[in-house]
């Protein structure tokens, strides 16, 4: 039974998985990361159709814990049904409620630029590029980069504080700042994570299509923040 478990969701545990079935992880993963974007996409249009940023308007300190406890909760239970169906279904309904928070973005950003759209199209562009460019550097770079975990994940711990003080300090420089960095992150992130899957350190697709997904979307939220800071057109 583990044996077919294995074959099915990408697990090869116990043993070098060949460069077969790394190739054959590769490319679920991928597949997957597709299928992700449609409820995310679906999370998003209805977020901003239904108004979903005003049930966090009155305290978002509050609203930015409870978003991540969410998340979190989401994270933990895809990690626990990763080598099973249900780790697909649990997958693809945190894409919908990370979609459902993606639009509190695209909801500020159509409401306060009047070319909000051209910049979330732009968003949505450079972050493929960044994808496209971060796929063919991992099956291309020959360096063992598993040492980038530990800097990355500081890193990432670092932009959630400054995060969490602009709530307080709104100011735009900080914003900017964090931005920028987080862009930086979490193409790295994602380099690192593709990096993973083909060396066959990550040998579960659910897994790989999780980590993969937050790095994407990550990278297109402070894309967007950028563009609006620097090519947004206010109202």
């Given amino acids: 039974m583990n044996d077919h478990l294995q074959a099915a969701y990408g697990g090869y545990i116990g043993s070098v998985p060949s460069a077969e079935q790394r190739n054959r992880v590769l490319r679920n993963t991928y597949w997957l990361l597709a299928l992700s974007m449609v409820p995310t996409v679906l999370g998003a249009w209805l977020g901003v159709t239904m108004n979903f940023g005003a049930l966090l308007v009155g305290s978002p300190l509050l609203g930015f814990i409870a ?3 969410v998340a979190f909760g989401f994270i ?22 990370m979609g459902l928070i993606l639009s509190l973005t695209i909801g500020r950003v159509l409401g306060s630029y009047r070319n909000g759209a051209q910049l979330i199209v732009l968003a949505f562009g450079g972050t493929g590029l960044v994808f496209f460019g971060m796929a063919t550097l991992a099956t291309t770079i020959k360096r063992d980069i598993a040492s980038w975990g530990k800097w990355l994940f500081v890193g990432v711990i670092g932009l959630i504080i400054a995060s969490l003080a602009n709530i307080y300090f709104q100011m735009t420089a900080l914003s900017m700042v964090v931005s920028t960095l987080a862009v930086v992150i979490f193409s790295a992130y994602m380099l690192y994570d593709m990096k993973r899957v083909i060396d066959g350190g990550e040998t579960n697709y659910v897994s790989a299509t999780l980590a993969i997904y937050l790095d994407v979307l990550n990278v297109f939220v402070n894309l967007l923040n ?3 800071i620097f090519g947004g057109d206010r109202e």
């Fill in 76 to 97: 933990f239970a895809i990690k626990h049904t990763q080598n099973s169906a249900l780790g697909v279904v649990v997958l693809l309904g945190f894409t919908f409620f």
């Fill in 226 to 228: 950028l563009l609006g």
């Fill in 67 to 69: 978003v991540l406890a």
